[in-house]
């Protein structure tokens, strides 16, 4: 248990529907996702990759790999906290993302942080 408290981070996603970026018509979705990384273990830790998993209505699956986050690794000491936007579209008005981040600590030790899956949907079309 002790171990987890020293590696931990918490992710925090809010998604906004960009209407002036889609075209229904087209079966064209554009969502911008703003996410927030929180150190809350006790080792300051650098955020290395990304992983996302992305899932439209019709259970199409989109994965993404990538270095960093908006080309930056950044690093956070605990306490700190790294917010960045980003998009992706999709060929349904609903979707899911979820994923992970590949962390190596100061200590050299690496680990995965969970992103805990979120929706992707335009204004009400879910309830």
């Given amino acids: 248990m002790a171990e987890r408290k020293r590696y931990e981070f918490t992710v925090a996603p809010k998604v906004t529907f960009l209407a002036d970026q889609s075209d229904p018509d087209k079966n064209h979705f554009v969502f911008a996702y703003t996410i927030t990384v929180t150190n809350t273990g006790e080792v300051t830790a650098q955020l290395v990759s990304r992983h996302w998993i992305i899932t439209d209505a019709d259970h199409r699956v989109q994965e993404v790999k990538g270095q960093g986050v908006v080309g930056k690794q950044p690093v956070l000491r605990p306490g700190e906290s790294f917010e960045y936007t980003s998009g992706t579209s999709l060929p349904t008005a609903v979707g899911t993302m979820r994923g992970s981040y590949h962390m190596v600590a100061e200590d050299g ?19």
Wanted: aromatic share 10%.
């Fill in 109 to 127: 030790a690496a680990f995965e942080v969970p992103i805990p899956s979120f929706t992707l949907s335009i204004p009400r079309t879910l309830h």
